[in-house]
């Protein structure tokens, strides 16, 4: 059983993949919360083989107030269009550079325009990368 996330600089879990064989998994290691002892008992129920834990609360979404990097330039529209077209024709899922991004800088992106113009050239890197894999 693998569940795949990253960890915002509040320390919330944001997961980008639940096993699809084990739906109830959601309500377990919830999307959007941090990691705590309260997560462990969940766990620790549902290794146990009690009954369904609690549905998971609905994800938090981003909005300008709590944008990725606050006050920091944005790809503007064009670099949108050519990451995003960049992806489609190397068949990289764009979700996998916002997740490198996020990992590397401790941001939350969760679309393209979230993306700090800065960050532009390290993001074709990741798909160059990402599509030698």
């Not at 766990?43 to 990097?69: E, I, M, W």
Request: with cysteine; glycine share 4%.
């Amino acid at each position: 059983m693998l569940i795949h996330g990253w960890l915002d600089k509040e320390h919330r879990l944001h997961v980008t993949k639940y096993p699809d064989a084990i739906p109830e998994l959601r309500g377990v290691i919830r999307n959007g919360e941090p990691i705590t002892l309260e997560s462990g008992q969940r766990l620790k129920a549902y290794s146990a083989g009690k009954p369904n834990a609690p549905a998971q609360a609905p994800s938090p979404s981003v909005t300008p107030s709590d944008a990725p990097v606050a006050g920091a330039t944005m790809l503007d529209a064009d670099q949108c269009r050519t990451l995003l077209s960049y992806c489609e024709q190397l068949k990289v899922n764009p979700q996998r550079v916002f997740v490198k991004i996020n990992t590397q800088f401790h941001l939350n992106i969760q679309t393209v325009e979230q993306i700090p113009a800065a960050h532009y050239d390290r993001c074709i890197a990741f798909v160059d990368a990402a599509a030698k894999k």
